[in-house]
């Protein structure tokens, strides 16, 4: 393995869920604006296909590991899913506590995520010039 591709695969994933983390966003505020719109009902986005995609890459190497399964077909993509909450009597389901709460909790975890890719920059700076931070 070259040097790129060592970054690639440090850097990739933190990309990826920060990608994530947009989206999710951007569902959450559709939310929030339409908490009010009869009729609409509160989506969120699934990440289950990108952890299972994650996780294959493991190797079993002990009997009592779980093995992992092949793709389901959409690896690369979100799901979009309603959220099954109470429906009010106009038809709408979002519950503005919960959205709130969904939204802290994904800032909390962009704000991880970029962190980390800052970190990871800052390394690559470094293992580059020989001097860190500079």
Avoid: C, W
């Avoid at 440090?10 to 939310?31: E, K, M």
């Avoid at 609409?40 to 986005?45: E, L, N, P, S």
């Avoid at 289950?48 to 079993?60: C, H, I, N, P, V």
């Amino acid at each position: 393995m070259n040097f790129l591709d060592a970054v690639d695969r440090s850097i990739a994933p933190v990309v990826q869920g920060l990608s994530q983390r947009s989206r999710r966003h951007a569902a959450i505020a559709a939310n929030v604006a339409n908490a009010d719109t009869p009729g609409y009902r509160a989506v969120d986005v699934s990440f289950g296909s990108q952890l299972e995609k994650a996780r294959l890459g493991l190797r079993t190497t002990h009997p009592g590991h779980r093995s992992g399964g092949a793709g389901n077909g959409s690896a690369g993509r979100d799901q979009v899913v309603f959220s099954g909450g109470l429906v009010r009597r106009d038809g709408n389901d979002v519950d503005i506590d919960r959205e709130m709460s969904k939204l802290a909790r994904n800032q909390i975890e962009y704000q991880f995520l970029a962190r980390r890719l800052s970190s990871q920059f800052g390394k690559l700076r470094e293992a580059i010039t020989g001097r860190a931070g500079g």
